[in-house]
Nanobody
Framework: VQLQASGGGLVQAGGSLRLSCAVSGSIIGINDMSWYRQAPGKERELVADITGRGATDYGDSVNGRFTISIDNAKNTMSLEMNMLKPEDTAVYYC????????????????WGKGTQVTVSS
């Protein structure tokens, strides 16, 4: 199982970006998927989380600006980021808890490689 993140880049403050994370490999299902980010000199923090049934949760700093979504048929997750601020600059990582075998009810955690998001002021 692999996670591939894409969509990062450079944008001006107030702009928008859309990140995607695709799950590849043989899986039974997805329990939940998340986006985390890590800025230089800071700890990795949760940005947003979505369960396989679509329940969402957001970090306080992005609530109201970012929207997470999941496509279970395509095993992909997206993060629509609007009204971006310079403080959103970070490497963004996707994380998924995946049922990769029939008896793995609680799922195994996988991480994708990060994608850089840079917001200029």
């Amino acid at each position: 199982v692999q996670l591939q993140a894409s969509g990062g880049g450079l944008v001006q403050a107030g702009g928008s970006l859309r990140l995607s994370c695709a799950v590849s490999g043989s899986i039974i299902g997805i329990n939940d998927m998340s986006w985390y980010r890590q800025a230089p000199g800071k700890e990795r923090e949760l940005v947003a989380d979505i369960t396989g049934r679509g329940a969402t949760d957001y970090g306080d700093s992005v609530n109201g600006r970012f929207t997470i979504s999941i496509d279970n048929a395509k095993n992909t997750m997206s993060l629509e980021m609007n009204m971006l601020k310079p403080e959103d600059t970070a490497v963004y990582y996707c994380r998924a808890k995946i049922r990769d075998s029939p008896r793995n009810y609680f799922g195994t955690i996988y991480w994708g490689k990060g994608t850089q998001v840079t917001v200029s002021s």
